[in-house]
């Protein structure tokens, strides 16, 4: 187990001890450490229970555990999670459509989320796979800066996909 062990250490009959303020109080008995920690209305804390002799600590076991507890919190509130956006285009889109839709591809790459390029082919488009190709070629040169393909063009029913993700 890792971290601070709460009142749980009494096998060894002697330890460190670290009063709450961070000074080293030097070796003592375990039952006199936690009775001083009691006076103070503190916890005696095992720290680092592999050293020669074990490292104790006063502390209030609640407010550490309510401390850590803000600290995780924190650190998961400021990650950022990769979402994999979408972008639906058919084969024989018009240039300003496609610009629009770039620009909503420059934007999500920006952001740092993946992007999914999705070809719908309806009806006899189908039999004309290479436009598609062409189409996604076209993306993947226009964001050749910003980012790299990460799944390459391929067929699934009726649409074709590519994924983009930030470089």
């Known amino acids: 187990m890792n971290g601070p062990r709460f009142n749980e250490f009494i096998q060894s009959p002697k330890v460190r001890v670290i009063d709450h303020e961070g000074e080293n109080l030097g ?6 450490a936690m009775e001083q920690a009691q006076e ?19 502390l209030d076991v609640g407010k550490f555990k309510y401390e850590a507890q803000k600290k995780a919190n924190l650190a998961r509130k400021s990650q950022k999670t990769q979402e994999i956006k979408e972008i639906k285009m058919r084969p024989n889109i018009d240039d300003h459509d496609y610009d629009t839709k770039m620009k909503a591809v420059h934007k999500f790459i920006g952001e740092g989320d993946k992007v999914k390029i999705t070809l719908r082919f309806r009806g006899r488009e189908l039999s004309h796979g290479q436009l598609g190709m062409i189409l996604l070629k076209r993306v993947q ?12 063009p391929r067929m699934e029913g009726r649409q074709m996909l590519m994924v983009l993700s930030p470089k």
């Not at 103070?40 to 720290?47: A, P, Q």
């Not at 040169?141 to 390459?152: F, G, N, P, R």
């Open 141 to 152: 040169d226009d964001t050749a800066e910003i980012a790299k393909v990460e799944s390459y």
């Open 27 to 32: 070796v003592m008995y375990t039952r006199e």
């Open 40 to 58: 103070l209305g503190l916890d005696l804390v095992e720290v680092s229970p592999n050293a020669d002799p074990p490292v104790a600590k006063f």
